[in-house]
Nanobody, 121 residues
């Protein structure tokens, strides 16, 4: 079992910044991709940013130039630095990891519980 624990959400004014963190713990063989999705009320869960084990990044067009994803493989932790936040960034941000739980198993998609980010004046 892998636990993905997020932190860093909250309320921020438009134009402000927040930094999300997600740490993976438990028993697993290897973590491949890590990243963040978000889901606003009434919307589907959308990809925000993904980072591979080799530090290759991918961003949603709506956050390019404002958000930066990074990871510390030694700590099994992924970060999302969010700058120039807009009200439309308001959502529950959910941590994602592609985890190989056992050396002989194929990787699974694991998810955190989510952390609320609210951008409002």
């Amino acid at each position: 079992q892998v636990q993905l624990v997020e932190s860093g959400g909250g309320l921020v004014q438009p134009g402000g910044s927040l930094r999300l963190s997600c740490s993976a713990s438990g028993n697993f063989f290897k973590i491949y991709d890590m990243g963040w999705y978000r889901q606003a009320p009434g919307n589907e869960r959308d990809m925000v940013a993904i980072i591979s084990i080799d530090q290759i990044t991918k961003y949603a067009d709506s956050v390019k130039g404002r958000f930066t994803i990074s990871r510390d493989n030694a700590k099994n932790t992924v970060y999302l630095q969010m700058n120039s936040l807009k009200p439309e960034d308001t959502a529950v941000y959910v941590c994602y990891a592609k985890v190989q739980h056992h050396a002989l198993w194929t990787p699974d998609n694991d998810w955190g519980q989510g952390t609320q980010v609210t951008v409002s004046s």
